[in-house]
């Protein structure tokens, strides 16, 4: 097999028994704060930091719709 592909495969592996592990352990304690509150925030973390990489972050969305351009073709903002 493929090197590239083999390290692909168990990466997702593990990730996988990660995420399942997690999910057995946690299905008995509901929403309540728990021991693996610090596993389920650095799974929320990650998912925010993805989200910010491929879509952007909303403080530099937010800044380029603050930002006018004058008839002149100067920028200034409000």
Do not use: C, H
């Not at 693996?36 to 491929?54: D, M, W």
């Not at 972050?57 to 002149?72: F, L, W």
């Amino acid at each position: 097999m493929n090197p590239q592909t083999d390290k692909l495969i168990r990466r997702t592996t593990m990730v996988g028994t990660v995420v399942a592990a997690y999910l057995l352990l946690t299905a008995d304690y509901g929403p309540q704060p728990n021991v693996l509150n610090p596993i389920r925030n650095a799974i929320l973390s990650g998912q925010r930091s993805v989200k910010e990489f491929i879509l952007g972050t909303k403080k530099r969305q937010k800044d380029s719709d603050t930002t006018k351009v004058d008839p002149n073709g100067e920028k200034r903002t409000p």
